[in-house]
């Protein structure tokens, strides 16, 4: 998973620096997604490459945490749509710096540090502090391990904000905390009165060298995978391009895996409509149904040269909900007799009716 | 154009076969369209290779043309919601077959022959005779010419349907033909009351040996590349199974380079509603403007810490048609300004008047 996220998230880079590079006097900001199959290692690390469909959002030219807002309302607006109940853990990267400086450890240490922490999950607490006794004195250790795990006995994330107030006394960790809070002031107003849930997580570190600032990952219940995550990599077009503009930037990645993984198991042909002609001689009124429905965007298909047995067979085995049948006597009196495949209920209808009726 | 579409339909073709030799149960018909990256080489030939997006659509398992005519509907379907204005060139393998056999042309050189006569809007008539003349007698060559040559001279597709049936006297042209009345049988339904241009071009023979029956191509006015084609490849995932199963199927791709080429250049940033706050209390009714218009479907962005007339410049830049003015004013009586930016003219308005005041 960090792996994948490590290529996908480069691959993007590297795209857009080129495009800035290509295009100098592009607007600012500049947002843009971008939904397309690439390629990377498998996840065995075998030299093939493995094809998979990489989904990103980027905003670039903002440096306020507006622009970090407003891909919560991103986040929340595309899983309410796919009708998954998500959370969202936050962190800051300059917080979590500061609380690395805090407790003593040194400058160019810090991004090894936070990628150990990034672990948490994966190899539990005992695994980290190992991996990071290898790095750093153990009393820094237990420094960083006992300033976050004090912040997570608060309740909400004010009052965490309030506790770094207070225990960090160093720049980095002051302009992480007024990030958050500007942060939080505009997520109230894109949030508007709809219920969404972000929660500061210290722990977080997200496992890519390039972050900035804010960084998240995306969650629903009952499943570990991240379904989306993101963060600020203010310095790296800038980097790329050795220029002396600056290029704030936020961006996102949605998992479609792992997404595809949790979304509900109903097949796309449930969904259609099944219209089933009698007789041949009732292909043509099927194809005229079939145009009405199609112009209104319901899904339909037609049970072409299909027995009737043949045909409800096929719907029963897709789950499809509708069948539409179309006999000599229908066609004469101008009519379809639709069938409601889960409860067996049969009603005629004319065609001018149909289009309502599907749900 | 002719190698990439070879390419494509190559790759799809192995990829649905695969798919079937895996899921031998598979229901019939088996419709399907895949829109994605793939690589390909490139057009010069050089050994590095270039991405480009495919875009397919195949049914699998009905043999009657009624398949073939309702990729007529999403052929015109595609193209009117594309605001393009297409006509599509028909053609039938066989007929084709018919019209060398009759010719005196061998069986075994079939394809080769049709393989030339794709040729014809690349290297001209004189090319493709030439060519031909490698490739079999010149009476036959002539033959074929002659033949097809007073086809076109006739009128519409029934009469040369007609003419065919007097000149052609073989087994497989009758096959054509009568599968080209099939097809126009069910064109005819599909169409019900809308204008389709779908000509009988027996010329055309698409460079791709697996055809096996109809084949088309679309085109619009004033543009030499074909926008989209296909047909009927009946044998190919039979032989590449080797199995006693039939799988009658038809398929076609868009060329996405082609029609991107030909849709009207209006940027998509142009279609966008700017929302510009005047100072940085206005940002959070902005947002909330947004947020409305968003909910809508109506794309829009707000000039975030921009000034007045950076964001205006920024909207006549994009050609922006609509910008929504937030100041002081208009924030205390619960209004905003809306400004045409073609014709300059401003009005006031309630925010929930906002929705319906985009066209």
């Known amino acids: 998973q960090g792996n994948r996220d490590l290529v996908l998230r480069y691959e993007l880079t590297f795209k857009l620096a080129k495009a800035?590079?290509?295009?100098?006097?592009?607007?600012?900001?500049?947002?843009?997604?971008?939904?397309?199959?690439?390629?990377?290692?498998?996840?065995?690390?075998?030299?093939?490459?493995?094809?998979?469909?990489?989904?990103?959002?980027?905003?670039?030219?903002?440096?306020?945490?507006?622009?970090?807002?407003?891909?919560?309302?991103?986040?929340?607006?595309?899983?309410?749509?796919?009708?998954?109940?998500?959370?969202?853990?936050?962190?800051?990267?300059?917080?979590?710096?500061?609380?690395?400086?805090?407790?003593?450890?040194?400058?160019?240490?810090?991004?090894?540090?936070?990628?150990?922490?990034?672990?948490?999950?994966?190899?539990?607490?005992?695994?980290?502090?190992?991996?990071?006794?290898?790095?750093?004195?153990?009393?820094?250790?237990?420094?960083?391990?006992?300033?976050?795990?004090?912040?997570?006995?608060?309740?909400?994330?004010?009052?965490?904000?309030?506790?770094?107030?207070?225990?960090?006394?160093?720049?980095?960790?002051?302009?992480?905390?007024?990030?958050?809070?500007?942060f939080f002031y505009y997520v109230k107003i894109f949030q508007n009165k709809e219920k969404w849930e972000i929660a500061l997580s210290p722990f977080l570190a997200r496992g890519l060298g390039y972050y900035t600032g804010l960084i998240w990952e995306v969650y629903t219940k009952n499943f570990s995978s991240a379904l989306a995550a993101g963060g600020r990599w203010d310095n790296l077009i800038q980097k790329y391009l050795d220029s002396k503009i600056e290029y704030p930037a936020t961006g996102m990645s949605f998992g479609l895996d792992a997404i595809f993984a949790i979304l509900p198991k109903e097949q796309e042909e449930s969904k259609i409509v099944y219209i089933i002609p009698l007789q041949k001689e009732q292909v043509k009124k099927a194809i005229e149904v079939a145009s009405i429905l199609r112009k209104r965007n319901i899904f339909c298909d037609i049970a072409f040269d299909k027995k009737i047995t043949k045909a409800l067979e096929y719907a029963n085995k897709k789950k499809i909900k509708y069948c539409i049948i179309i006999g000599k006597e229908e066609e004469k009196k101008g009519v379809v007799k639709l069938k409601n495949m889960q409860d067996g209920s049969e009603r005629f209808l004319e065609i001018s009716q149909l289009e309502n009726s599907f749900v």
């Open 20 to 182: 800035f590079a290509q295009n100098k006097n592009i607007s600012l900001p500049f947002k843009r997604y971008e939904i397309g199959k690439v390629f990377r290692d498998g996840p065995v690390k075998k030299a093939r490459l493995r094809e998979f469909t990489q989904c990103d959002i980027d905003t670039i030219g903002i440096k306020s945490a507006y622009a970090d807002a407003e891909f919560m309302a991103i986040t929340f607006d595309v899983f309410s749509k796919l009708g998954i109940e998500v959370f969202v853990k936050v962190n800051n990267r300059k917080l979590l710096f500061g609380i690395f400086k805090e407790s003593g450890v040194e400058k160019e240490k810090f991004v090894s540090v936070a990628l150990s922490l990034d672990k948490l999950d994966k190899i539990g607490k005992e695994g980290v502090k190992k991996e990071l006794e290898q790095k750093i004195e153990k009393e820094q250790m237990e420094k960083i391990f006992s300033i976050i795990e004090e912040s997570e006995k608060l309740n909400n994330n004010e009052e965490k904000l309030e506790y770094f107030k207070k225990v960090l006394n160093n720049e980095i960790a002051k302009e992480g905390i007024k990030e958050l809070e500007e």
